[in-house]
């Protein structure tokens, strides 16, 4: 009887834990691998705008990310923690549910370079956002 309440509990346990990751917001490089002139990075779920916004920098200073309508482009800048400009991009937003996973998302478009791809999704990961796993 123990051991039968003891695979129900794990099975609770990871069912909560499958839930939890699948509300996470996730980023990853979602171009081809190797080294071209665009890459694209796909940041989506519940938080994928507010993260965003913490690393975009729009031309027009007041212009956040998560007050722009769904489906709508933006150029600016991607900043790292000093406010050191890390590249130009134009940021797509798409909004729930009205995007490719149905979860708010942005793509950002930023210079081809393995280094500034990988700052990127740095920078994302540092603001809140996880790693995609393979298929998400």
């Known amino acids: 009887m123990d051991e039968i ?10 069912h909560k834990q499958q839930i939890m990751i699948d509300q ?3 980023c990853a490089i979602s171009t081809a691998s190797g080294t071209g002139a665009i890459a694209m990075i796909r940041l989506s779920g519940n ?3 507010t993260i965003a916004d913490s690393i ?3 031309v027009k200073a007041s212009k956040k990310l998560d007050q722009q309508k769904g489906g709508t482009f933006h150029f600016g800048t991607i900043c790292d923690n000093n406010n050191e400009i890390v590249d130009e991009v134009i940021a797509a937003v798409f909004k729930a549910p009205h995007s490719f996973t149905g979860e708010n998302m942005v793509e950002i478009s ?3 370079s393995s280094y500034i791809q990988q700052k990127v999704l740095q920078l994302l990961i540092d603001n809140g956002a996880r790693m995609a796993k393979p298929g998400e």
Do not use: D, E, M, V
């Open 56 to 58: 975009f920098r729009s």
């Open 110 to 112: 930023c210079h081809g």
């Open 24 to 26: 996470q917001t996730i």
């Open 5 to 14: 309440f003891y695979q129900i509990c794990i099975s609770k346990i990871q």
């Open 47 to 49: 938080n994928a705008l």
